[in-house]
């Protein structure tokens, strides 16, 4: 499981975050205040800080220069209602990885924030399986197995979301012949040459227990 520290002082903004990002499967750590957000640096690491700039006592600007010149490299994506060119160029010059302007839409920061954090993880182990997330190779017993097409996008779509339920509509969209029963199929197929633990989510999709 991943694990964001995220740095807000708006109430309803910070608790609406924190159910969707644990909703997606994410670790979720908050400070209301720049220095509370320092400490929890200090003691425990994390794959993503998502700060705020405007908040209590040390501001994310200076909290993030703080944090690299301690030599801290964790990605750092800031959640700001400054637009101002002079803002985001500060932000960037004290190497922050990505900037996102309120209001946002949560969809976009949650791809934002995947995208990142396979680069930084971009292996995951499933049993005997070692899937690339960035070149979508499969290996089982570590050696790697092909897979066609739409197989390997559904094979993709379970191991990115691990542990999460798939709507169909989302294994749809990958498949040329969308329906149930081909989705059946192919996941049946994935199940018994991986040994996956899919289940199916009734009405809804699937998931890939963790194991």
Same mark, same amino acid.
């Given at each position: 499981?991943? +694990?964001? @520290? ?8 910070c608790?609406t ?28 690491? !994390?794959?993503?800080?998502l ?5 209590p @006592?040390?501001?994310?600007l200076?909290? @993030? ?8 490299v964790? /990605?750092?994506? !800031?959640?700001?209602?400054? +637009? ?8 960037f010059?004290?190497a ?5 302007? +309120? /209001? !946002?839409e ?6 934002r924030i *995947?995208?990142?954090?396979?680069? +930084?993880? /971009? ?33 993709? @779509? ?9 709507? *169909?509509?989302?294994f ?5 012949? /969308? ?14 040459r ?8 009734k009405?809804?999709?699937?998931r890939?227990?963790?194991?």
């Open positions: 499981m991943s +694990k964001i @520290l995220l740095l807000e002082d708006d109430y309803l903004l608790e975050l924190k159910s969707l990002l644990r909703g997606e499967g994410f670790e979720v750590i908050h400070a209301s205040d720049g220095e509370e957000a320092l400490n929890y640096s200090y003691e425990s690491s !994390f794959d993503l800080y700060f705020d700039i405007n908040v @006592l040390l501001n994310g200076d909290l @993030l220069k703080l944090l690299r010149e301690s030599g801290d964790t /990605p750092v994506f !800031f959640i700001s209602a400054y +637009k101002d060119i002079q803002t985001i160029t500060k932000a010059d004290n922050c990885d990505d900037y996102i302007k +309120k /209001p !946002f949560f969809d976009e920061l949650l791809v *995947k995208a990142h954090i396979v680069k +930084k993880n /971009p292996l995951v182990s499933y049993g005997q399986i070692t899937y690339d997330l960035l070149n979508k190779r499969v290996f089982h017993n570590e050696r790697e197995v092909d897979l066609g097409f739409v197989e390997k996008e559904i094979f993709d @779509l379970l191991m990115r979301n691990l542990g999460q339920t798939i709507l *169909k509509e989302s749809f969209d990958v498949m040329e012949k /969308p329906s149930d029963i081909a989705l059946r199929v192919h996941i049946t197929k994935l199940k018994q991986f040994s996956l633990h899919v289940i199916n989510v009405a809804i999709g699937y890939l227990e963790k194991v």
